[in-house]
Nanobody
């Protein structure tokens, strides 16, 4: 059973930063694209960012690209989402996901493995 373990969520004030990490349970995931999605209460799951299996290609949501970045550390087997200048609208559960392909995607249905999610709450 493949597991994706997210960490780094929490409560912050508007304007602050958070760094989320996702660690797959298997090192073979270095070959697969990884993504971050978020879901706020009463809303659909929303694409945040994704990165290719090899690491150099990334996608960022157009509304977030000025504040969020995604990176991959192959040695640590970790995918990181850096979130800056957070606003209350960023409050959501953030999910890490993995594809069976090395090509990043912004479509939730193209991801086959999902983490349990980590809560991010931004206060005013």
């Amino acid at each position: 059973q493949v597991r994706l373990v997210e960490s780094g969520g929490g409560l912050v004030q508007a304007g602050e930063s958070l760094r989320l990490s996702c660690m797959p349970s298997q090192r073979t995931f270095n070959s697969f694209a990884m993504g971050w999605f978020r879901q706020a209460p009463g809303k659909e799951r929303e694409f945040v960012a994704a990165i290719s299996g090899s690491g150099p290609t990334s996608l960022i949501s157009g509304i977030l690209k000025d504040r969020f970045t995604i990176s991959k550390d192959k040695n640590e087997n970790t995918v990181t989402l850096q979130m800056n200048r957070l606003t209350p609208e960023d409050t959501a559960v953030y999910y890490c996901a993995a594809r069976s392909s090395g090509i990043p995607s912004d479509l939730p249905r193209s991801y086959v493995h999902w983490g349990q999610g980590t809560q991010v709450t931004v206060s005013t």
